[in-house]
């Protein structure tokens, strides 16, 4: 049993930057990933990030260039640091997690990961 907290949200005008944290606890093994998702109301729930144990990364197409993705692993921590954000990057932003490889389940979509976390609301307006 994996339990996982998002933290970080906020509202931000246009062009801002904000840094997203997810703490995980219960009985993660070495071979695991951690996952971003995001979803804005009325739409499906969309991959932004992913790395793996073995800090293998993969990036969304429309955040790709604006997000980074980094790990604590002494922690069991994942950041999302948020640069240039938009008012489409408006959502709730999950981080899940999965005893697998980003290579293996990320790409799967939301259906890939088998533990969540509640959410952390991001705004993006003037």
């Known amino acids: 049993q994996v339990q996982l907290v998002e933290s970080g949200g906020g509202s931000v005008q246009p062009g801002g930057s904000l840094r997203l944290s997810c703490t995980a606890s219960?009985?993660?093994?070495?071979?695991?990933?951690i996952g971003w998702f995001r979803q804005a109301p009325g739409k499906e729930r969309e991959g932004i990030s992913c790395?793996?144990?073995?800090?293998?990364?993969y990036y969304g197409d429309s955040v790709k260039g604006r997000f980074t993705i980094s790990r604590d692993n002494a922690k069991k921590m994942v950041h999302l640091q948020m640069h240039g954000l938009k008012p489409e990057d408006t959502a709730v932003y999950y981080c899940?997690?999965?005893?697998?490889?980003?290579?293996?389940?990320?790409?799967?979509?939301?259906?890939?990961?088998?533990?969540w976390g509640r959410g952390t609301l991001v705004t993006v307006s003037s």
């Open positions: 899940a997690a999965v005893i697998d490889s980003c290579f293996n389940s990320f790409q799967k979509g939301p259906n890939g990961m088998d533990f």
């Open positions: 219960g009985r993660l093994v070495d071979a695991y990933a």
């Open positions: 790395i793996s144990d073995d800090d293998d990364i």
